[in-house]
């Protein structure tokens, strides 16, 4: 089974950009629908994008559309997240994830889990 690694979270100032990285460990990683979730001190794990196996669907939660750009190297074995004009409500854990089905919101549809990466967004 695929392993997933998440990097690329840090602190950045509000109205900044970071990318997120998650990095798998296998060739089946372009079998799988991918997505990023978040969950904040307190809070719910909640769907931030999903992107399909061959990366040409994407799905975003409106809380970040038209701020975050969900992409794959599936050469690379690699999910991104581009994350721009950052508010201090993106602070987070954030994990991606990987699915069977199709473009899937919730995180009970996901099967396999990287460890999070924090992003923290001061104001």
């Known amino acids: 089974q695929v392993q997933l690694v998440e990097s690329g979270g840090g602190l950045v100032q509000a109205g900044g950009s970071l990318r997120l990285s998650c990095a798998a460990s296998?060739?089946?990683?372009?079998?799988?629908?991918m997505g990023w979730f978040r969950q904040a001190p307190g809070k719910d794990r909640e769907f931030v994008a999903a992107i399909r196996r061959s990366g040409s669907s994407t799905l975003y939660a409106d809380s970040v559309k038209g701020r975050f750009t969900i992409s794959r190297d599936n050469a690379k074995y690699t999910l991104y997240l581009q994350m721009n004009s950052l508010k201090p409500e993106d602070t987070a854990v954030y994990y991606c994830?990987?699915?069977?089905?199709?473009?899937?919101?919730?995180?009970?549809?996901?099967?396999?889990w990287g460890q999070g990466t924090q992003v923290t967004v001061s104001s």
């Open positions: 296998a060739r089946t990683f372009s079998s799988y629908s």
């Open positions: 994830a990987g699915t069977s089905l199709f473009l899937a919101t919730t995180s009970e549809e996901y099967g396999i």
